[in-house]
């Protein structure tokens, strides 16, 4: 079975592009998460989906960021414009029993 | 409020000697526990799990026990190998009521453990 999938694996842009992140999460999971991990804050969990419905964006950094859910097979996130502070690893996780969360490989970002 | 603490790092350690890794939380109530694993250039991998109290979780020779006394999760292998180098994590689950479906992870900072040949 694929895990699951996130695009791309790499990016490095210039301050004040958009950036678009994919998510493809395991089919059958109805929670899908973003978080993002830096050296000095850790991991970080930035919106929570159930069932495509977005349930707790709290951690979202501000309104430069955005995430979708249109169905239960894809998830984006995008920053715009992005800054050099949003340089991170972005993990997309999702879930079928609470807890056990199956990650992807991450998206390293780098905004010069 | 609900916190996570972790044993910080990094943990050096020599090929086949024992691992603990303490794990401790605040809550309230019994949440569930969890150890995660990440290895270099990749994402975090569930490990082991317990979901009440005096439950061992167990997988890959590693172990944890939930131990209401001491609010406590430690993880631990008898013998760790090059391969075990990694960051660990150790969330614990929280509900929150007041949205429906509102489950999360609460996670501690992750320890890094180093293991040398």
């Known amino acids: 079975d694929a895990g699951v999938i996130q695009s791309p694996r790499h990016e490095v842009t210039e301050m004040g592009q958009e950036v678009t992140l994919r998510c493809k999460p395991i089919s059958g999971h109805n929670s899908l998460f973003w978080y993002r991990q830096t050296m000095m804050r850790g991991l970080e969990l930035l919106i929570y989906?159930?069932?495509?419905?977005?349930?707790?964006d709290s951690g979202m950094p501000e309104d430069r960021f955005s995430a979708k859910m249109p169905n239960a097979s894809f998830s984006t996130l995008k920053i715009q414009p992005s800054e050099p502070r949003d340089s991170a690893v972005y993990f997309c996780a999702s879930s079928l029993v609470p807890g056990e969360l199956f990650f992807g490989e991450g998206s390293r970002l780098t905004v010069l | 409020g609900d916190s996570v603490t972790q044993m910080e790092g990094p943990v050096t350690l020599s090929e086949e000697a024992f691992l603990t890794i303490n794990c401790t939380y605040t809550?309230?109530?019994?949440?569930?526990l969890f150890w995660y694993v990440q290895y270099p250039g990749e994402g975090l991998q569930l490990l082991l799990k317990?979901?009440?109290a005096d439950d061992k979780g167990s997988n890959k020779g590693f172990e944890a026990t939930y131990r209401k006394e001491t609010t406590s999760f430690h993880l631990e292998k008898g013998s760790v190998q090059v391969s075990d180098s990694a960051v660990y994590f150790c969330?614990?689950?929280?509900?929150?009521?007041?949205?429906?479906?509102?489950?999360?992870?609460?996670w501690g900072a992750g320890t890094k453990l180093i293991i040398k040949p």
């Open positions: 809550a309230t109530g019994y949440p569930s």
């Open positions: 969330p614990r689950g929280v509900v929150w009521l007041y949205r429906d479906s509102n489950y999360q992870l609460i």
């Open positions: 317990a979901t009440k």
């Open positions: 989906f159930n069932n495509n419905v977005p349930i707790d």
